[in-house]
């Protein structure tokens, strides 16, 4: 199947500060790429739909200006966690899809603020 | 909105016996429904899907169930096997092709 690679795999933030997360499809052409947050023991929720070259859409109660998403090619979608606290840390994981159904995900970003 | 934090019902299965993993979608418009692995610390991996159009798809050592009379949407895996161990997630697709998740069954090998 197609690769989609994630980068970081994890990091450790102070709260205050901002991390982008970046999400690649390797061998295609994402035309949409989605972001999920995931917490201890739960399922994933989806965050936002990104497509390349337009604002993402957000899901209900998903803030937009905390999250921002950069969709700028087809091959890459960055995730930034604006002002982090540390009820943000979460396992963040992107998915990319090319025309068909099926979506390929990322290996995931645990994101952790201190 | 999301859940409160609850323990994953969990399905323990002997080394060698099928495991059969069930799943109640809410939404009766759609009409994609794939199943996913987790392995702890990892992303979800591809596993097999269905169109609303079957009722039954099987690929190696698994098999998913649609029932769309009832919603429920099933995952048998023949022959379990140790690196079978994970957690498990339906998902269903509707309007806006958005994946919808189902709140996922752990699965124990015991050996």
């Known amino acids: 199947g197609a690769v989609v690679s994630q980068h970081p795999s994890w990091v450790i933030c102070k709260s205050g500060t901002s991390v982008k997360i970046e999400c690649r499809s390797l061998?295609?052409?994402?035309?949409?790429m989605f972001w999920y947050r995931q917490f201890p023991k739960q399922s994933l929720m989806l965050m936002a739909t990104?497509?390349?070259?337009?604002?993402?859409?957000?899901e209900q109660g998903v803030e937009k200006d905390k999250f921002l998403i950069n969709h700028a090619s087809l091959t890459l979608s960055t995730l930034t966690v604006t002002s982090a606290h540390p009820e943000d840390s979460s396992f963040y994981i992107c998915?990319?899809?090319?025309?068909?159904?099926?979506?390929?995900f990322g290996q995931g970003t645990r994101l952790t603020v201190v | 909105g999301e859940s409160v934090g609850l323990h994953l019902p969990t399905l323990s299965v002997q080394e060698g016996d099928n495991s059969i993993i069930n799943c109640a979608y809410s939404?009766?418009?759609?009409?994609?429904f794939i199943w996913y692995k987790q392995e702890s610390g990892k992303g979800p991996q591809f596993i097999i899907d269905?169109?609303?159009?079957?009722d039954k798809r099987q690929g190696q050592r698994v098999t998913v169930l649609l029932n769309k009379t009832v919603k429920h949407l099933s995952l048998q895996i023949a022959a379990t096997q140790p690196g079978d161990s994970a957690v498990y997630f339906c998902?269903?697709?509707?309007?806006?092709?958005?994946?919808?998740f189902g709140g996922g069954t752990r699965v124990l090998v015991k050996p």
């Open positions: 998915s990319a899809r090319q025309g068909s159904p099926e979506a390929f």
């Open positions: 061998d295609f052409q994402a035309t949409t």
């Open positions: 990104s497509n390349e070259g337009s604002k993402a859409t957000y």
């Open positions: 939404n009766s418009a759609s009409d994609y």
């Open positions: 269905i169109r609303s159009n079957m």
């Open positions: 998902a269903e697709r509707a309007a806006g092709n958005k994946l919808t």
